[in-house]
């Protein structure tokens, strides 16, 4: 089973700041088996990225996603009040799924 | 627009057998990979398994002998049965549907059921 680890657990940012979230991957991830995931409290998760870099529908430019092999990034490059949130990388391998342990982004 | 709804007792005895069945709207199962996902209070997401209309079914190695799957593509809905219950199974359980094509990610999620393990 691949293991994700993500990285930092809380990031504490302000608004309009720059945020960068890790995901690395216990073995090779292909780029098309990288997702990622945003959840708020009480809600479900919400799909964000996919294919490592590509947008989901309706998911704002300032998100992007990028990286290969064992490493993985998000970023947001001018956070919103509604940004923060809990983050989640995701694989697909060999029929199963594995999620990071997840990245809260909190208001400084 | 796809729409999931899950459904079931929120309260399940130790030991016990806990089911529940997520409907689908707004969308053919056919042709697609459909999942539960489930999530400790305060803790971070696992994959249960997945079904497809086929009927196939792919289950996390770490609950597979108490896990069964079932699909019933002409009510729309799919469904699990965890057997064996234990507090450690307390969670939200969310149904989810997998992309289309390769099923590598999780494009569709219902809002999540609140499963209890308790006497």
């Known amino acids: 089973e691949i293991v994700l680890t993500q990285s930092p657990g809380t990031l504490s940012l302000s608004p309009g700041e720059r945020a960068t979230l890790s995901c690395r991957a216990s073995?090779?991830?292909?780029?098309?088996?990288l997702a990622w995931y945003q959840q708020k409290p009480g809600q479900a998760p919400r799909l964000l990225i996919f294919?490592?870099?590509a947008r989901a529908t309706g998911i704002p430019d300032r998100f992007s996603g990028s990286g290969s092999g064992t490493d993985f990034t998000l970023s947001i490059s001018r956070l919103e009040p509604e940004d923060f949130a809990v983050y989640y990388c995701?694989?697909?391998?060999?029929?199963?799924?594995?999620f990071g342990q997840g990245t809260k982004l909190e208001i400084k | 627009q796809v729409q999931l709804q899950e459904s079931g007792p929120r309260l399940v005895r130790p030991s016990e057998m806990l089911s529940l069945t997520c409907n689908v709207s707004?969308?053919?199962?056919?042709?697609?990979?459909w999942s539960w996902i489930r999530q400790p209070a305060g803790k971070g997401l696992e994959w249960i398994g997945r079904?497809?209309?086929?009927?196939?079914?792919n289950y996390n190695p770490s609950l597979q002998s108490r896990l069964t799957m079932s699909i019933d593509t002409s009510k729309n809905q799919f469904s699990l049965t965890l057997t064996s219950v234990t507090a450690a199974d307390t969670a939200v359980y969310y149904c989810?549907?997998?992309?289309?094509?390769?099923?590598?990610?999780?494009?569709?999620w219902g809002q999540g059921t609140l499963v209890t393990v308790s006497s």
């Open positions: 989810a549907r997998l992309s289309p094509g390769t099923p590598r990610y999780f494009d569709y």
């Open positions: 707004g969308a053919s199962m056919n042709s697609y990979f």
């Open positions: 079904i497809h209309a086929s009927m196939r079914t």
């Open positions: 073995e090779t991830v292909s780029n098309s088996f």
């Open positions: 294919g490592t870099s």
């Open positions: 995701q694989q697909y391998g060999t029929s199963s799924y594995t």
